[in-house]
């Protein structure tokens, strides 16, 4: 298994641009979701999904959207970059089917908007 | 809403001694409780839940957390700190559709530095 897989791993990005930040997960995890990681703020969350087809928000996902098509994938778009949305990006998958609920975490995204 | 607080932003401790790391919480039912390790510039990686049952709880590299629900607490400890624990700690209590770990709040985090 590979678990939870992100690409890119960095991205530098100018004010405006789009993007797709990739998350896959191995699993067959039903849950799924997306966290942005600032110095002294720990980790937000930004969407989360339940399952394909099933996504809502969380505490910070104004400038995101997500969607899911598949179990497998749940990618991240920011539609127009803005510097506040430097940040590092992290996937994370989870099933009921576990009794502890424990998330994977992928590896991150470092992006820089400038 | 639940929330996670983790009072100290950064702890010096030297190598050999012994470490506790606070994190209270916040949450209107019976929380489902994480602390997670960072190494500068990796992942998370998980030390050790709880979800019910024993309020000790043992974890990987020696770490314990002690679950209180009367004082909202599940603070992390470890008797001998190794150089290599130097990281940044982090908190997190979860919740969501099933009360689980599909939306995670997180603490803002605890450096650790160790001095040899």
């Known amino acids: 298994n590979a678990g939870v897989t992100q690409t890119p791993k960095f991205q530098v990005l100018k004010t405006g641009q789009s993007m797709t930040l990739q998350c896959a997960q191995d699993m067959n995890h039903e849950y799924m979701s997306w966290y942005r990681q600032d110095p002294g703020m720990g980790l937000r969350l930004i969407h989360y999904?339940?399952?394909?087809?099933?996504?809502d928000q969380g505490e910070v996902p104004n400038g995101y959207n997500v969607s899911r098509s598949t179990t497998e994938d749940f990618p991240l778009r920011l539609l127009s970059a803005a510097p506040s949305q430097t940040s590092v990006y992290f996937c994370?998958?989870?099933?009921?089917?576990?009794?502890?609920?424990?998330?994977?975490f992928g590896p991150g995204t470092r992006l820089t908007v400038t | 809403a639940q929330s996670v607080t983790q009072p100290d932003i950064h702890i010096t401790v030297s190598e050999g001694a012994s470490l506790e790391l606070r994190c209270n919480y916040s949450?209107?039912?019976?929380?489902?409780l994480f602390w997670y390790v960072q190494s500068p510039g990796q992942g998370l990686q998980l030390l050790l839940k709880?979800?019910?049952?024993?309020?000790l709880v043992q974890g990987i590299k020696g770490f314990e957390a002690e679950f209180k629900r009367s004082q909202s607490s599940f603070n992390l400890r470890k008797p001998s700190v190794h150089w290599s624990d130097a990281a940044e700690y982090f908190c997190?209590?979860?919740?969501?559709?099933?009360?689980?770990?599909?939306?995670?709040?997180f603490g803002t985090g605890t450096q650790l530095k160790v001095e040899l």
């Open positions: 709880y979800f019910s049952g024993d309020t």
């Open positions: 999904s339940v399952g394909a087809g099933i996504t």
């Open positions: 949450y209107g039912a019976t929380p489902y």
């Open positions: 997190a209590v979860g919740a969501g559709v099933t009360g689980g770990g599909n939306k995670l709040t």
């Open positions: 994370a998958s989870s099933s009921p089917r576990e009794s502890t609920y424990e998330q994977y």
